[in-house]
């Protein structure tokens, strides 16, 4: 069942005994329909039911009410409701005595408004407005079904007379529409003052409006409210164009300064300018003014594009000035289009999203043929801001746009890539736009691949020439794996990989070559695990491969050091047989001489006594190309982890098992190695004490080697002769847990000590019967020591004391003296003022008080004897601590306030602080004073250890009475 048309409302305002809300004679409604509520009258229609004569006809007092302009009013109600108004003169009311208005006044429900706006006919040719009306046929008026008005076709000579008797020309017309379109939305009022007769202007004003309106789109128009007749300029809300009595616009006038003007009778207009931008869509208004279907078209065009967008972009000048440009575009006049392609491509997109694109057809098949012409124009070549358009299209298009989309991209990159001089790299920048869509790149790729191989690979071939260092490179792989997959599993993708990394290892710097080998290999090994994808594992193999041979073209035993063996681990931990199948015999060898020494260098004790096998299978050449590089690269790494792998440097393959007259490691050459190597420390001692727990220096009873006890012998003998006189060296080796090596120590260290020691030694028992005879002589000779020497001390001569400098005045409170017998005689005691200080020499810290200080100085001897008494005075004058108080206000409103203060002192490092007289705490303090009203008097000071107290310092608060605020 089709829904029922909500009615129109209407309701008659006017001077009479009574109305529906009053009892008494005044203005008030006298009728209305019963579905008008009445708070909408007293509140939204009351204040449009005011008529303002004319003061021309008031001044001349016309009594004939037909010569006064009736006053239309139209305007849109808070709740969306059309309010169409008309207002006439009265000369005499009710009473016959005075004269007053009449208004008639249709509602029409927001949900039908849209049949006024579209059709102006209905708004300004309505014929059944009423002009009185009498009370006794009661307060109810009828709800309407619709309005009756006049259907005579606009007249488009007339139209022309119009605008021609009015003085408005195609640029005053043009500033009419910009002023009325702006004034929706800039708060300011048009004025329109017409240069014709006061009883003809309303009318006149009317036809104008129609015109205007027939050329505003339909968003302006359902907010436009406009007034045909009023006495003066005056803002009223809802009414944006208001036309005035001749002669009422007196400007200066701040009050309407602001406002469009229109001042025609003083040829006056002010604030009518239009910005350059807008001319386009204002000379397609005026060239079809009178063009009502060509304009409804326009406006057609421009309600589907603005579905579902915000008002204020409905009611935007330069939205129309957008739209309009679009609208001549699907008209045909593509030339608007070929002058800025990308502007227009932005305008399209600025009107379409994801909601609303499926209604918005006609700018999506818009977009659709302009797509298609740009791909077909073989001479359009698509800037950064038509791509970033189609891209932010794609986003919301549907399937059969994101393909047509996609093919273009691949025509645009083609076209760009073959028809400048740059190629590729100004191609790039599409690529670079296109990876903001998911998956879109890849899309665009695989399609670019399918057409024209050769512009993909260039675009690979251009990215992979950009990656300069191997972080670049594994980043620009990390980027086709997650962009564009597809491409990573292409033939060519893998070989411009392979050239990168052969260029990122051709470096002057070995190290950076095997760092960059490392990484890479590192990287590629990885891949196919972490990623998941197996397919990747073909790819991933060729390039370890390739970088396994380019890392060995070029690199020698003697240039590596230790870093640079620890980084080839991944080449030489494992043997590679994929890679031995690409080595001549040379290869195959030096591959294996660096991982014997790499095995060396990572060697665990499990290992130890297998790795002697693989020295055997070198020549002498080649084995001492390996230990010589060991001897290189362990130099600088000579400790206790590395003791076993040091041997191998020594070690003489074919040489015997240890117990024959040739050794099977070169021990002296091993132990003059280690001593150089690390002169200047115990490590050698550290390598002697480990070497007793290792096979290769002992023999079948666990006892050391002979050839390694010889070569330890020789050592010592030359390299340590008087190792054995540092008793910690001597505990250390003396401690090592084998017989046999301490046998040894023993032995060296008998050789390294004195000739008086190895005489003891070789004369013991005769050295022993000596010392029965001599013990009892030194033990006499230390009793009778003490009194003979006291007794010398007596009889000698007075000891001589000394004492440095003293100062006469002092700063500090405490002095440091240096005094001294002569000699510094440890015998000699030392006194100060009678007080014993210490022998021979010392150092005495003395406390001065303020004042004069004596001081006495002297010396005693074993025997008593005293020298001559020396005498020192020192003046001492204390200093007053120094006090320092945080800023307090000079006066305050609160009861109390917090004293913060602080106290420094050369000689005192806590002195005392006082606030009136009261101790408050030592060096620094905090307290809080009540204060009474009136002056507070607040007394600080400070006082040291000396006794001596600071200046006192006095603060005065005054609290300021309550009543002050």
């Avoid at 849209?114 to 002009?131: A, N, V």
């Avoid at 993909?456 to 792989?477: D, H, N, Q, W």
């Avoid at 001492?876 to 004293?899: D, G, M, Q």
């Avoid at 607040?938 to 002050?964: C, F, R, Y």
Wanted: glycine letters at 6%.
């Amino acid at each position: 069942m089709m829904e029922q048309r909500k009615p129109v409302q209407q309701q008659y305002f006017t001077r009479d005994r009574e109305g529906v809300f009053r009892t008494s004679e005044g203005f008030d409604t006298v009728a209305k329909s019963e579905g008008l509520d009445n708070t909408f009258i007293k509140n939204t229609l009351h204040p449009y039911c005011v008529y303002k004569a004319p003061k021309e006809l008031l001044g001349r007092a016309e009594e004939d009410s037909s010569l006064y302009p009736e006053s239309m009013v139209v305007f849109h109600a808070d709740n969306g409701d059309m309010v169409i108004g008309r207002s006439v003169y009265i000369g005499t009311d009710f009473t016959g005595q005075r004269s007053a208005s009449f208004t008639h006044q249709f509602i029409v429900p927001h949900e039908r408004k849209d049949e006024f706006l579209h059709d102006p006919q209905r708004l300004f040719r309505i014929r059944s407005f009423e002009s009185a009306y009498d009370i006794r046929n009661g307060k109810t008026l009828p709800e309407l079904d619709g309005i009756s008005y006049g259907t005579a076709p606009a007249d488009t000579a007339e139209q022309d007379r119009l605008l021609t008797k009015l003085g408005i020309d195609q640029m005053r017309f043009q500033q009419l529409i910009y002023a009325v379109m702006s004034s929706v939305t800039s708060k300011k009022k048009v004025y329109i003052a017409l240069d014709a007769d006061i009883t003809e202007t309303a009318e006149l004003a009317k036809k104008l409006l129609e015109t205007v309106y027939r050329c505003l789109p339909y968003a302006i128009r359902r907010q436009l409210g406009f007034m045909t007749f009023n006495s003066e300029p005056e803002g009223k809300q809802h009414l944006h164009v208001i036309f005035v009595e001749k002669g009422s616009i007196r400007l200066p006038d701040r009050n309407i300064e602001k406002e469009y003007i229109f001042d025609f009778p003083g040829s006056r207009f002010v604030n009518t300018e239009i910005p350059g931008q807008e001319h386009s869509y204002l000379s397609f208004i005026w060239n079809n003014r009178n063009e009502s279907e060509q304009l409804d078209q326009l406006f057609g065009f421009c309600e589907e594009a603005l579905q579902g967008l915000d008002k204020a972009t409905a009611l935007n000048v330069q939205t129309y000035v957008q739209l309009q440009a679009l609208y001549a575009i699907e008209q045909g006049n593509e030339g608007i289009y070929e002058s800025n392609r990308a502007e227009m491509m932005s305008n399209i997109v600025a009107y379409v999203n994801a909601e609303t694109v499926r209604q918005k057809r006609r700018l999506n098949e818009l977009f659709i043929r302009l797509l298609g012409k740009d791909a077909r124009d073989s001479d359009s070549l698509p800037t950064a801001d038509y791509i970033k358009y189609l891209l932010h299209y794609y986003g919301f298009a549907d399937e059969g746009v994101k393909t047509l989309l996609t093919r273009c991209f691949v025509v645009f990159i083609s076209r760009v890539a073959n028809k400048t001089e740059d190629g590729i790299e100004n191609a790039a920048p599409i690529f670079d736009q296109l990876l903001g869509q998911s998956s879109m790149f890849d899309l665009v790729m695989k399609e670019l691949y399918n057409q024209q191989s050769g512009t993909a690979e260039s675009y690979i071939a251009y990215r992979m020439a950009k990656a300069g260092t191997v972080k670049a490179l594994l980043e620009e792989i990390r980027f086709w794996i997650q962009q564009s997959e597809s491409m990573v599993q292409q033939r060519f993708f893998a070989n411009e990989v392979l050239k990168k990394v052969k260029r990122l290892l051709q470096t002057d710097s070995l190290r950076k070559r095997i760092e960059a080998a490392s990484t890479l290999y590192s990287y590629f090994e990885e891949l196919p695990e972490r990623q998941e994808k197996r397919q990747y594992e073909d790819f991933c193999g060729q390039l370890k491969l390739e970088i396994k041979l380019q890392l060995l073209d070029g690199l020698k035993i003697a240039d590596l050091e230790y870093e640079d063996m620890m980084q080839l681990s991944f080449m030489l931990e494992t043997v590679d047989q994929e890679l031995n199948s690409h080595l001549d015999k040379s290869q195959k060898l030096f591959l294996q001489l660096l991982a014997t020494i790499y095995r060396v260098l990572t060697l665990t004790k499990k290992e130890d006594s297998e790795l002697s096998k693989a020295f055997d299978i070198f020549g002498p050449l080649d084995l001492e190309r390996v230990q010589q590089s060991l001897k290189k690269l362990l130099s600088t790494r000579i400790a206790s982890e590395h003791f076993s792998k040091i041997v191998y440097a020594f070690y003489q393959p074919g040489s015997g098992n240890g117990s024959g007259y040739v050794a099977e490691f070169d021990y002296y050459g091993l132990l003059q190695y280690i001593a150089e190597a690390t002169r200047g420390t115990e490590t050698i001692y550290d390598f002697l004490v480990w070497s007793a727990n290792d096979q290769r220096f002992l023999n079948l009873k666990q006892e050391i080697d002979a050839n390694y006890k010889a070569a330890v012998s020789k050592f010592f003998d030359i390299h340590a002769p008087r190792a054995f006189r540092d008793k910690e060296i001597r505990l250390k080796l003396l401690a090592t847990p084998n017989e046999s090596f301490v046998a040894l120590y023993n032995a060296i260290k008998l050789r390294q000590s004195g000739k008086l020691v190895r005489f003891a030694v070789k004369n013991r028992r005769r050295l022993t019967r000596l010392g029965l005879v001599i013990v009892p002589l030194v033990v006499l000779l230390i009793i009778f020591r003490n009194p003979i020497g006291i007794g010398l001390a007596a009889i000698g001569p007075a000891p001589v004391i000394l004492i440095d400098e003293i100062p006469a005045i002092s700063k500090e409170a405490t002095i440091t003296v240096m005094i001294s017998a002569k000699d510094e005689d440890p015998s000699v005691s030392l006194y100060v003022n009678g007080q014993l200080a210490g022998n021979g020499k010392v150092s005495k810290t003395m406390e001065l008080l303020d004042g004069d200080n004596a001081f006495e100085f002297k010396a005693v001897n074993r025997g008593g004897k005293e020298s001559e008494v020396v005498k020192k005075r020192v003046a001492f004058s204390s200093p007053t601590p120094i006090v320092t108080v945080e800023a307090l206000p000079e006066s305050t409103r609160n009861n109390s306030v917090t004293v913060k203060i602080t106290a420094l002192d050369r000689n005192d490092p806590s002195p005392t602080l006082y606030i009136n007289g009261q101790a408050v705490g030592q060096s620094s303090a905090s307290k809080t004073i009540n204060l009474t009203p009136g002056e507070n008097l607040i007394e600080i000071k400070a006082g040291n250890k000396q006794g001596k107290m600071s200046e006192p310092i006095v603060k005065k608060i005054k609290l300021e009475s309550t009543a002050a605020r």
